[in-house]
């Protein structure tokens, strides 16, 4: 089967839980010319995903959850990463939903205002996954507790800080998942017009 400038030979799955992983064989066409060889590729299909920067303009706060994440499971600085609410994007849902979803269930704030960012591959080496990224307009005021899905295992820390403050986070490396230091760089080019866009 041919995709354009792909031609897959052979197509296989060897695992299906709640992700799957499929192994190809494929050759492709060469900038310089001609077509590969035969290769084999594994491919983590992982489903596509939405996260959201809440942030309150009033405020100057951004609200961050801490939780528990498999993949840091052996990180020097342990497996508890600070990052920003996220969420699956379910068949038939949009990813603005996710976002406002996710925000109540991660960090019981309400989405009053929803802006995207950006569309981005996190892994495109070995994994399908897209995350669609948004920042969210929050009342900061009262954020924090603990939240979180039970039937999902979820044990969800929120907190609430200055942006300056996140920023340094960032700096010093403190937050070092893709999602959060990429929404809040984004906010620092463009909080002037967010806030301009935002004014009540």
Known sequence: MKY?????????????????????????TLFG???SEEMSRELFERGHAVAMLPYDPSLDQVVLIEQFRIGALHDPDGPWMTEIVAGMIAEGETAEAVALRESIEESGCEVT??????????????????????????????????HGLDEEHEDIRVISIGFEEAMSWVESGRLNSAAVIIALQWLAMNKGRLLQDWHD
Do not use: M, N, W
């Open 4 to 28: 354009g400038d792909i031609d897959i030979v052979k197509q296989t799955t060897c695992f299906q839980g709640f992700f799957r992983i499929d192994q190809y064989r494929l050759r492709h």
């Open 33 to 35: 010319g001609g077509i």
């Open 113 to 146: 205002d929803l802006q995207r960012i950006c569309r981005y591959y996190p892994s495109p080496g070995a994994c399908s996954e897209t995350i669609e990224l948004f920042c969210g307009r929050v009342d900061a005021s009262h954020a924090g507790g603990i």
